[in-house]
């Protein structure tokens, strides 16, 4: 029976430390997803910017 809780509680353990990783994880991506979307906006004003100054 003592087997049983001691694997138990090895699974939560592990369980927890794998949602700590996926929820680290998901801020990065997160973050990654935000630079992406302010580097497309930055592009597409330079875009514009350089149309206006070529024309």
Same mark, same amino acid.
């Given at each position: 029976?003592?087997?049983?809780?001691?694997?138990?509680?090895?699974?939560?353990?592990?369980?927890?430390?794998? $949602? +700590? $990783?996926?929820? +680290? #994880?998901?801020?990065?991506?997160?973050?990654?997803?935000? $630079?992406? $979307? #302010?580097?497309? #906006?930055?592009?597409?004003?330079?875009? +514009?910017?350089?149309? +206006?100054?070529? #024309?």
């Amino acid at each position: 029976m003592h087997n049983v809780y001691d694997w138990v509680e090895k699974g939560i353990s592990f369980w927890q430390f794998g $949602k +700590k $990783k996926l929820l +680290k #994880i998901g801020a990065e991506l997160r973050q990654i997803q935000i $630079k992406l $979307k #302010i580097l497309n #906006i930055i592009n597409s004003f330079a875009d +514009k910017f350089f149309i +206006k100054l070529l #024309i």
